[in-house]
């Protein structure tokens, strides 16, 4: 039996994080590699604009790997990451 | 013998891998008629794990992440259940890559789909590009370039084999894809965490679709000096220095035949066996 | 940004591929080879050859005669097949020449005999046993040619199978014609087992591979 540790809750302010294969900055970063990006559509014949907002979407892929670090947040130019462990957990 | 050489051909002598059957694919089909020509893919992204439409996978991961052992596990087995159903990958020692690169044709390296996705990795040249793809299907990549970022470098024989040995040493193992498709059409150069199947089986105990390796990497201690040169190339957790007896020290169990501790040294003192001859290791993939 | 070993963006101009772009078959080709090559008209013109002619003599003639057609059938194949040029067969040209030859071998002819078994056989895809650097293989499950010498010239004919001199001729012209030493050889044949398989093996080194 795998043992499972609650982990932190990273939520995306999607309005801010809208060309996050260009940016790159939470994905390299993390120690643990938490986050994922794919592009939101394949088109025939075409190569996606990682520039035109909304063409890639990131994604919290394996958040029972989030030791809370809080780099993501740090190094985002955005400012659309928050990292918080669940209320009910630091009660 | 795996399930993969149980369905896909495969010997106690030649494993599924060396059966030039497993890379063999047309170029051409004729449309049948009613089936029109695949237009566009939906959406690729995946949705968000609280979502309902989010794979089993990220759902075992948000359970994971809430400290539900007992729906992770559940959402676990079930998965492997099914994928010992498929073909899946395998780990593959970097000179049976060298053999199965003559039968894979044609060879185009390209950007690792893994490494894009996990560390949004662009490879956009020869120097950068980690995966090849084998097989008439790397003749239409351009269909779906976004797949490709664009581009891909066929190669001939002598440069494919000199592109894998090269990453090689720079630390990346070595895997065969059987998923999905009804040949192998990749082989992957590898490391943790940025591989998908290998994030997979050791974070996640999805064991299924990514097996083993033929072999079992043994030190051995008569030539091993204790350099050291070996350490840090293992992805699996098997390799460490044991300070009590100065040498290198490779656990059988967490061992995947990858090789890439015996390419590192410099004394030949680690040695393939033969997984499937040695009684308490020939069922572990 | 991180010292990891892809971490560099470059900014290079976005791929965008012509829309016409067709990986697949011209239909016209492979309409024009059917009705030229088709099996049944072929069958039907040896039958009028054969009828009347002692066994041996028969089988001789059909020899004959399907060997002159496999030449035929693929000389109009390979013709067509260059006039009506797809982007799958650009890349393959393009991948054979960039990497001095060496991926010409087996997809270049391969794409011919494709062409002419789809063209005039009961096949949305031709069945490839093996396609490496050494060889190339492929098996006929279904094929029109034995079923009409089956029906027309009948069974005691079909038996010895005159067919597969057509079969041998095709392949054999196509990869010669791309300048590789081959030798074509039958494996298994439909009179005997389930299928007809040929193989082509590589003799040395040709289009300085």
Known sequence: MTQCYVAPIIEIDRERCTTPFACKKCLQICPTAVFGVRETRQVRLEETDKFAPGSFRLRVAYRDKCSGCNRCVDVCPESALTVRMPEEVLE | MCRMCDSLGGTAEQPWYKNPKNFSNRMYKLREPGKGPQMAA??????????????????????????????????????????????????VPLHEVLDVLDLGMPVAAMQCICRKETRACEECSLKEYTGLGLGTGMLKWERWPERYRGKVEFLSSKQAKEFVEYWDKKGFMHMLMQEGGDFIGGMCNCDYPDCLPIRQRIDYGLTAQLLKSEYVCFVDWEKCNGCGDCLGRCDFNALKYEATMEKAHIDQFQCFGCGLCETACPRNAIEYRDRKKISGLARVW | MT?????????????????????????????????????????????????????????????????????????????????????????LLQAAETTGGDLAFPHVPERFVEIAYLSTQPLYSLPIVENTRHRFTFKMVFCDTFKALEDQCGPEMAATLPCRKACLAAVGRAFRDKGFDVEVVQDSSLATDEFCQFRTERRAAANGA
């Open chain 2, 42 to 91: 939906g959406g690729n992204a995946e949705p968000d794990a609280g979502d309902q439409r989010a794979s089993p996978f990220a759902q075992a991961v948000e359970a994971k992440a809430n400290g539900d052992a007992d729906t992770f596990n559940k959402i676990i087995s079930d998965m492997n259940a099914r994928a010992s159903l498929r073909p899946g990958c395998q780990v």
């Open chain 3, 3 to 91: 010292g990891s070993l892809h971490s560099v963006v470059k900014e290079r101009e976005r791929v965008v591929f012509p829309k016409d772009w067709t990986f697949d078959l011209a239909e016209e080709m492979v309409e024009a080879i059917g009705e030229e090559f088709s099996p049944s008209a072929a069958v039907e013109e040896l039958a009028r050859r054969v009828a009347g002619k002692p066994h041996a003599e028969g089988v001789a003639t059909a020899e004959a005669y399907f060997e002159d057609y496999g030449r035929r059938w693929m000389g109009r194949t390979l013709e067509l097949g260059e006039q009506y040029r797809d982007r799958t067969y650009e890349v």
